[in-house]
C-alpha cells in the first residue's frame, strides 16, 4: 500500500483497523501517522459532539407539561428550540465533512500523496538535456516556450489524482526542488502550503496549474525554480507581462 491509497482509505474508513493500513501507518516515514492521528482526532471530536445527551427526567416533564396549556406551549418552545440545535449540529457537522473531503483532494493533498512514489528521483544529480525535458513535456501534449531551468535531473509524464501532469525535480543551490505541472487544470488563485513536512506553493498559470514544492530547501530556491518554470510554460513574454 502507498501513501495515496493509504490516505484514501483512512478518508473513506477513519476507523479501519485493516493489518495492511496500521502496517503503512506505523512503517511510512512520509508523514502517513500525522495523518493517521489528525484523522482519528476529527473523528472523536465528531462523536463527542454528536453525543449529546438527554436531560434527566425529560420523558417525567413532557407528561407534566401535557397538564396545562402553559406546560404544552413551554414544551413547544422547547421542542423548537432542540429542533434548532440539531440542525445547527448537522450543518456543522456536514461542513466538516465537506472541508476533509476538499482538503484530502486538494492539488497540494495530491502533489504531496504522489511523492512517495517517486522520491528516488529527489536523489538524482546528472542534469538533462533540453531535448529530454522538452520530450518529457511533448508527452503531456504541452511544447514549452521558453527554456527549460539549467539542472533538470528528472522529468517524467505521470498522474497527479486524477490529473494528468509532468513531474520534474530541479537542482537549484544543490537542492531538490519539485515541479508538477497540470496542463488545463485551472485554479483560481495563486496560494502557499505546508503539508506533511513539504513546503510549497500552488501556481495558477494560464493553460493550467504549476505545483512548486521541496523538503528542506530554502524558498529563494523554491522562488528561482517557480520563476524558470514559468517562464518555460508560459514564454518570457508572458512572464514580463504577469510582473507589470
Same mark, same amino acid.
Given at each position: 500500500?502507498?501513501?495515496?491509497? =493509504?490516505?484514501?482509505?483512512?478518508? @473513506?474508513?477513519?476507523?479501519?483497523?485493516? !493489518? #495492511?493500513? /496500521? %502496517?503503512? &501507518?506505523?512503517?511510512?516515514?512520509?508523514?502517513?501517522?500525522?495523518?493517521?492521528?489528525?484523522?482519528?482526532? =476529527?473523528?472523536?471530536?465528531?462523536? @463527542?459532539?454528536?453525543?449529546?445527551?438527554? !436531560? #434527566?427526567? /425529560? %420523558?417525567? &416533564?413532557?407528561?407534566?407539561?401535557?397538564?396545562?396549556?402553559?406546560?404544552?406551549?413551554?414544551?413547544?418552545?422547547?421542542?423548537?428550540?432542540?429542533?434548532?440545535?440539531?440542525?445547527?449540529?448537522?450543518?456543522?457537522?456536514?461542513?466538516?465533512?465537506?472541508?476533509?473531503?476538499?482538503?484530502?483532494?486538494?492539488?497540494?493533498?495530491?502533489?504531496?500523496?504522489?511523492?512517495?512514489?517517486?522520491?528516488?528521483?529527489?536523489?538524482?544529480?546528472?542534469?538533462?538535456?533540453?531535448?529530454?525535458?522538452?520530450?518529457?513535456?511533448?508527452?503531456?501534449?504541452?511544447?514549452?516556450?521558453?527554456?527549460?531551468?539549467?539542472?533538470?535531473?528528472?522529468?517524467?509524464?505521470?498522474?497527479?489524482?486524477?490529473?494528468?501532469?509532468?513531474?520534474?525535480?530541479?537542482?537549484?543551490?544543490?537542492?531538490?526542488?519539485?515541479?508538477?505541472?497540470?496542463?488545463?487544470?485551472?485554479?483560481?488563485?495563486?496560494?502557499?502550503?505546508?503539508?506533511?513536512?513539504?513546503?510549497?506553493?500552488?501556481?495558477?498559470?494560464?493553460?493550467?496549474?504549476?505545483?512548486?514544492?521541496?523538503?528542506?530547501?530554502?524558498?529563494?530556491?523554491?522562488?528561482?525554480?517557480?520563476?524558470?518554470?514559468?517562464?518555460?510554460?508560459?514564454?518570457?513574454?508572458?512572464?514580463?507581462?504577469?510582473?507589470?
Amino acid at each position: 500500500m502507498n501513501c495515496l491509497e =493509504f490516505r484514501r482509505r483512512i478518508g @473513506a474508513e477513519p476507523r479501519s483497523r485493516d !493489518p #495492511e493500513i /496500521l %502496517a503503512h &501507518r506505523d512503517s511510512c516515514k512520509d508523514g502517513c501517522a500525522a495523518f493517521w492521528q489528525r484523522a482519528q482526532r =476529527f473523528e472523536d471530536d465528531l462523536e @463527542a459532539a454528536l453525543a449529546v445527551p438527554v !436531560p #434527566e427526567g /425529560l %420523558a417525567d &416533564r413532557i407528561l407534566l407539561a401535557q397538564a396545562t396549556g402553559e406546560r404544552h406551549r413551554q414544551v413547544g418552545r422547547r421542542r423548537a428550540w432542540m429542533a434548532m440545535a440539531a440542525s445547527v449540529l448537522i450543518a456543522f457537522t456536514g461542513v466538516g465533512m465537506l472541508w476533509r473531503h476538499a482538503d484530502l483532494n486538494s492539488l497540494p493533498a495530491l502533489a504531496v500523496a504522489h511523492m512517495p512514489e517517486e522520491m528516488d528521483a529527489m536523489s538524482l544529480t546528472q542534469p538533462m538535456t533540453d531535448a529530454q525535458v522538452e520530450a518529457g513535456f511533448m508527452g503531456r501534449a504541452t511544447r514549452l516556450k521558453g527554456p527549460a531551468p539549467a539542472g533538470v535531473t528528472y522529468v517524467h509524464d505521470c498522474t497527479v489524482g486524477p490529473y494528468p501532469a509532468v513531474h520534474v525535480v530541479t537542482r537549484m543551490n544543490d537542492e531538490p526542488v519539485v515541479a508538477l505541472y497540470m496542463p488545463g487544470k485551472m485554479v483560481d488563485k495563486t496560494t502557499e502550503f505546508h503539508r506533511d513536512g513539504w513546503d510549497g506553493r500552488q501556481v495558477a498559470l494560464s493553460g493550467g496549474t504549476l505545483v512548486v514544492m521541496a523538503q528542506g530547501a530554502s524558498r529563494k530556491s523554491r522562488d528561482a525554480v517557480e520563476r524558470g518554470w514559468r517562464a518555460a510554460i508560459e514564454g518570457p513574454v508572458a512572464q514580463a507581462v504577469g510582473r507589470i
